[in-house]
């Protein structure tokens, strides 16, 4: 928001402080300003899901220089995880200027495929009309919150929800960032050890629902990286309608996603020249099968460990780590993903050269936007990424800052060439994920622990 003009974080700004200026949101701004801006951001591929861009709209249209480095240092207040940062700051260089028509329904299609769920693109999706649970409930619901101890916390408000639950902020942890499973004894020609990763999406998880009815998805418009597939809130929402006979609210906080939410599963790895091995695997339902989609060779082995929960339905959870230890050992970053699609990566001269092949683009717009946004989470998966789990195996990493997620600062440009194809569409940033990761291995020396830059 803008307070008197001045760009400011409203989320951590108290309305008591702003009482009597002038506050402007996204929707305040100047009719041209705003359809400039969504029109930028929807030519660029800027936004996806649509949650952070508002703010950002509002920050950058305040902004006297339009140019890369002012644009990455504003965004440095901001969190987005789908873009990776470069397709903003391509939106800011061409604000204002013509762009050519798209056909939205077959943009629309591309991202469902790499999102894997519904996903409509169009540019007032950047001014956050993207269709968000929370956004649809009624102004008299009930609200409720995780309670802490396994149950729900229900209030007016959800001042008064959180103040039931005895809500604490969360913090970025002094804890250590650790390796939860050994590697395998064996003769290896390469070893790699993960450990637990959060898929950091930024909407936490929402759903309502009014008594006999059905709760409102909390996918709205994006898959959360696989990391809502299995979200309790539609469930409770349903449950707590019945019970009180009124419609409720069930939203759960940045800190409750974390200690609550699935997290990419660590992995410790042992593999052979001729690429068979044996991975250790924090116990997760089908792993195996993923290991396996991509390399028969390596034989699996699951083992219980105390911690967050873990979802193979996260971003090619398993397959990708398969994949990159393959990749590594031939020397290569190139990947093919079960689905088929294929993809190569580069680091090189400060950039990433990436080139992708999966069916019919449909749209070049929308899938370059997604190669980037995967770019990004390999980059920061291999080198930057991870949470602090202790002995309890309770998360003590409760912020987005404290993931290591990559800022807009330290985000490479991104070339990614899309190669002409008439098959079948299938998902293609899953592949550019994992040969980013390979990439980024091979040019950091293949050392046996990430993320490869300790914190």
Not at 49 to 68: E, K, N, Q, Y
Not at 123 to 149: E, I, K, Q, R
Not at 300 to 319: D, F, H, I, K, N
Request: net charge negative.
């Amino acid at each position: 928001m803008l307070i008197d003009g001045a760009a400011r974080v409203a989320c951590v700004t108290p309305a008591r402080r702003v009482a009597g200026r002038r506050v402007t949101t996204v929707d305040g701004l100047a009719p041209d300003v705003r359809q400039a801006w969504a029109d930028a951001f929807c030519a660029t591929g800027a936004s996806q899901c649509g949650f952070c861009t508002p703010g950002i709209i509002v920050r950058l249209s305040a902004l006297a220089d339009h140019s890369p480095e002012p644009v990455e240092r504003a965004l440095l207040a901001h969190l987005c995880r789908c873009t990776g940062w470069r397709t903003i700051v391509d939106a800011a260089g061409v604000v204002g200027v013509p762009h050519p028509d798209r056909d939205f329904d077959r943009a629309s299609q591309r991202a469902a495929i790499e999102g894997g769920v519904a996903q409509r693109v169009a540019p007032d999706v950047s001014l956050g009309a993207g269709g968000f649970a929370d956004d649809t409930a009624p102004a008299d619901a009930l609200v409720a919150v995780p309670d802490g101890v396994g149950g729900w916390a229900v209030g007016e408000t959800l001042t008064e929800a959180r103040a039931a639950a005895g809500k604490v902020q969360g913090r970025r942890t002094t804890v250590a960032v650790r390796h939860p499973l050994e590697v395998p004894p064996g003769d290896w020609a390469l070893t790699l050890r993960t450990t637990w990763v959060e898929p950091a999406y930024l909407e936490p998880d929402a759903s309502w629902c009014a008594p006999g009815a059905e709760p409102v998805s909390a996918l709205a418009n994006g898959g959360a990286f696989g990391g809502k597939t299995t979200s309790a809130v539609g469930a409770v929402a349903r449950q707590l309608a019945d019970e009180h006979g009124r419609a409720v609210r069930v939203l759960l906080s940045r800190e409750d996603t974390v200690r609550l939410g699935p997290k990419r599963p660590p992995i410790a790895a042992g593999v052979r020249a001729d690429g068979t091995g044996v991975l250790r695997a924090v116990r997760t339902a089908g792993i195996a099968d993923a290991v396996h989609a991509v390399a028969p060779g390596i034989e699996v082995e699951q083992v219980y460990v105390t911690g967050p929960p873990t979802s193979v339905a996260l971003r090619a959870a398993g397959w990708a780590e398969a994949a990159v230890l393959q990749a590594a050992l031939a020397g290569a970053a190139r990947v093919t993903s079960p689905d088929g699609a294929t993809a190569e990566a580069e680091l090189a001269d400060g950039r990433v050269r990436v080139r992708v092949r999966c069916g019919e683009p449909l749209d070049d717009v929308v899938l370059r936007s997604y190669c980037i946004g995967a770019a990004h989470m390999g980059l920061g998966w291999v080198r930057s990424e991870g949470i602090a789990v202790d002995d309890e195996g309770v998360p003590h990493d409760l912020t987005i800052r404290s993931f290591g997620i990559l800022r807009a600062v330290d985000m490479p440009a991104v070339d990614v060439t899309i190669e002409p194809d008439e098959g079948p569409s299938v998902n293609g940033s899953d592949a550019v994920f994992a040969a980013v990761a390979a990439a980024a291995w091979l040019a950091d020396g293949l050392p046996a622990e990430w993320p490869t830059v300790r914190r």
